[in-house]
C-alpha cells in the first residue's frame, strides 16, 4: 500500500482481557514508531523500532505493553491484562529512516476501548 | 526533557481570514526541529509545516507560514486565507536528536473555520 496501515480500527475488549494492535509501515521503512494519544490530549510516545530491534522503549508505561517487529516490517502493540486507562488511540508511524531529518508518516490509527 | 505547550484549546476563523496559532516550548537542546501537524476527524497526522532550529529564515509551505522565535522559543502557525478544509486539530511538535528522534506534541489546538 502506499501508506502506513493499521488493523483494527476500533477495537473493544474487556478489563483485564489480551489484545494485539497491528501496524504495516510503508514499505522499505525502516523505521518505526509507536505513539498512544489519550483523549484530548497530543500523542504520545512508547517505542522506537531500527529495523527489527526495539532501540527505544522509554515510552512504554509498564511492563503489560510489549511490542515487536521480527521480520523488520510489520509490527504489533501487544497489551496484556487491559485496563480502563490503556483506552486511547494507538498511532503508528514511519520513516525511511531514524534521523532527525526524515519524516515520520502516520497511520490513522487503532482506537482501542477498554470496558 | 523536552516539553511542548498549546495555550489555545480552541480557535475560531472565518473563512478567507488569518489565524495564528501559538506553541511554545522548552528544551536545552541546540539542534531539534520543529513541526505543525494537522489531524482531521479521521484521525491521520498530517504534517503542515516543519522548521530546523539551525534556519533563521521561517518556513513557509503555500498559506501556511511559521514565526519561530528561537530564543523566545516560541513556534507560532499562521494560516492565511483559511478555509473551510482547514477545519482539524492542530499539533506542535518538537523533534530531537536523540537515537529515536522522537517526537514531542502539545496538547494541540482546535480550530474552527465558519463561514
Known amino acids: 500500500g502506499a501508506g502506513v496501515s493499521q488493523t483494527p480500527s476500533n477495537k473493544v475488549t474487556e478489563k483485564g482481557k489480551y489484545v494485539e494492535l497491528r501496524c504495516d509501515p510503508i514499505?522499505?521503512?525502516?523505521?518505526l514508531y509507536w505513539y498512544r494519544q489519550s483523549l484530548g490530549q497530543g500523542p504520545e510516545f512508547l517505542i522506537y523500532?531500527?529495523?527489527?530491534?526495539?532501540?527505544?522503549d522509554s515510552g512504554l508505561p509498564n511492563d503489560r505493553f510489549f511490542a515487536v517487529r521480527p521480520e523488520g516490517s510489520v509490527s504489533t502493540l501487544k497489551i496484556q491484562r487491559t485496563e480502563r486507562g490503556d483506552s486511547a488511540v494507538y498511532l503508528c508511524?514511519?520513516?525511511?529512516?531514524?534521523?532527525?531529518?526524515?519524516?515520520?508518516?502516520f497511520g490513522p490509527g487503532t482506537r482501542l476501548t477498554v470496558t | 526533557a523536552q516539553t511542548v505547550t498549546q495555550s489555545q484549546p480552541e480557535m475560531s476563523v472565518q473563512e478567507a481570514e488569518t489565524v495564528t496559532l501559538s506553541c511554545t516550548y522548552d528544551t536545552s537542546e541546540s539542534d531539534y526541529y520543529l513541526f505543525w501537524y494537522k489531524q482531521p476527524p479521521s484521525r491521520q497526522m498530517i504534517l503542515v509545516i516543519r522548521q530546523e532550529a539551525y534556519k533563521q529564515q521561517n518556513a513557509t509551505e503555500n498559506r501556511f507560514s511559521v514565526n519561530f522565535q528561537k530564543a523566545a522559543k516560541s513556534f507560532s502557525l499562521k494560516i492565511s486565507d483559511s478555509q473551510l478544509g482547514d477545519a482539524a486539530m492542530y499539533f506542535c511538535a518538537y523533534r530531537s536528536t536523540g537515537t529515536a528522534s522522537k517526537l514531542t506534541f502539545g496538547t494541540g489546538t482546535r480550530l474552527q473555520v465558519t463561514l
Open positions: 514499505s522499505g521503512h525502516t523505521a
Open positions: 508511524a514511519s520513516s525511511s529512516q531514524g534521523g532527525l531529518g526524515y519524516e515520520q508518516y
Open positions: 523500532f531500527q529495523g527489527t530491534g526495539a532501540a527505544d
